[in-house]
T-cell receptor, first 108, second 115 residues
């Protein structure tokens, strides 16, 4: 079945540094969704990307979908302590297939 | 507030027992999706119901079953529980926003601990 590989598994940064997580697939993705899960919380939907080469921004977050629709990235500029959590990519429609997530911790 | 309500928040039970998890989807949403989140398997899709009928199935064990009632709430039944069934169980509804696109809004989950 479809698999999405997400790296890195963990990332620790100083507050104010940038952060990027990557999602890769060996096959073409129909769409990619990104979620954030705070410690002890539930996944929260951030964005969906559908088109090849698509770039979307939400304040300090930039989401990209690769030209071949086989990879995606989430970049956070100038991290803040509120960005702490695990970021997941996911692919699919009815059945979402999630990546393993990147856990972001931040040193204030 | 996601609009998706799950009860109970926590459940502790013994191996071999049976439990029922409950979910009320967002108002007006005919679909309900169940996911399991465990340390070793990550977030996995279990099953989807739409207006009372099963629509899609994932890696759901035979010991697990679900149903959706006429009022659209859903129940996930887990039986013959094993230690490995300890996990967070989430219910979700679909969402759409012009800016963000299509996605899913998750309930706060039920944390199941099997001892």
């Amino acid at each position: 079945g479809q698999q999405v590989m997400q790296i890195p598994q963990y990332q620790h940064v100083q507050e104010g540094e940038d952060f990027t997580t990557y999602c890769n697939s060996s096959t073409t993705l129909s769409n990619i969704q990104w979620y954030k899960q705070r410690p002890g919380g539930h996944p929260v939907f951030l964005i969906q990307l559908v088109k090849s080469g698509e770039v979307k921004k939400q304040k300090r977050l930039t989401f990209q979908f690769g030209e071949a629709k086989k990879n995606s990235s989430l970049h956070i500029t100038a991290t803040q302590t509120t960005d702490v959590g695990t970021y997941f990519c996911a692919e699919g429609a009815q059945k979402l297939v999630f990546g393993q997530g990147t856990r972001l911790t931040i040193n204030p | 507030d996601s609009g998706v309500t799950q009860t109970p928040k926590h459940l502790i039970t013994a191996t071999g027992q049976r439990v029922t998890l409950r979910c009320s989807p967002r108002s007006g949403d005919l679909s309900v999706y169940w996911y399991q989140q465990s340390l070793d398997q990550g977030l996995q899709f279990l099953i989807q119901y739409y207006n009372g009928e099963e629509r899609a199935k994932g890696n759901i064990l035979e010991r697990f079953s679900a149903q959706q009632f006429p009022d659209l709430h859903s129940e996930l039944n887990l039986s013959s529980l094993e230690l490995g069934d300890s996990a967070l169980y989430f219910c979700a509804s679909s969402v759409f926003d012009r800016t963000s696109g299509y996605g899913y809004t998750f309930g706060s989950g039920t944390r199941l601990t099997v001892v």
